[in-house]
């Protein structure tokens, strides 16, 4: 009995070293980010108060690092092989806070992982941040719900809803994601002017 083991072992391991090399390993995923803010003209006004900008809350699939697609109004798919850099809502937090800091229009703008003691915080909520598809072009939509929110009073200043869209070239990956850096920066200047009347009434 002993002997009929020792025989089928080594056929066991040379099988199992086998099958390890059947299947490829699969490549790494693309790692996928907005793009750099494009230069910022300075805004005339500097507002002395400082602003927190908090990362937007988002729900299930969109508070994630997969690129969306939704092919149909009831199904969201994912592109294979590729993922953000970070997870949707860090991503428009950050190109925010780039785009504000730029602008030179406030004492100081932090994000939320800051300590720092702060005038005003930028909420929001993502509930867009995908692809679609309608009547065969395909185009990127970036939803987002913000407010001004004074840190002393808890008082909301400003409420504005943004609904944006972007026609990609095609559904390739390569091209979506400039749409997806196209539609950020256009989301980005025009919080950052929202932002800046918000602070002028009030």
Request: with cysteine; proline share 5%; hydrophobic share 40%.
């Amino acid at each position: 009995m002993r002997s009929g083991f020792r025989a089928v072992t080594p056929l066991i391991a040379s099988f199992a070293m086998t099958a390890c090399t059947i299947f490829p390993t699969p490549e790494a995923p693309r790692v996928m980010d907005l793009g750099s803010v494009d230069s910022v003209q300075g805004l005339e006004t500097r507002h002395a108060r400082t602003l927190r900008v908090d990362t937007p809350l988002a729900s299930e699939p969109v508070n994630g690092t997969r690129i969306l697609t939704k092919p149909t109004p009831h199904e969201f798919q994912m592109y294979g092989n590729a993922r953000w850099r970070d997870s949707a809502p860090v991503l428009v937090r950050d190109y925010l806070i780039d785009i504000l800091r730029q602008s030179q229009g406030f004492a100081n703008v932090v994000t939320d992982t800051s300590a720092a003691s702060t005038d005003l915080t930028l909420i929001s909520e993502l509930s867009a941040f995908q692809a679609e598809k309608i009547q065969g072009k395909t185009r990127v939509v970036i939803e987002l719900h913000a407010e001004v929110l004074d840190n002393r009073t808890r008082k909301s200043l400003c409420v504005r809803n943004s609904r944006l869209t972007e026609p990609a070239a095609s559904s390739e990956l390569d091209e979506v994601v400039g749409a997806f850096g196209n539609t950020a920066s256009r989301l980005a200047e025009e919080t950052l002017l929202w932002v800046h009347r918000c602070l002028e009434e009030n």
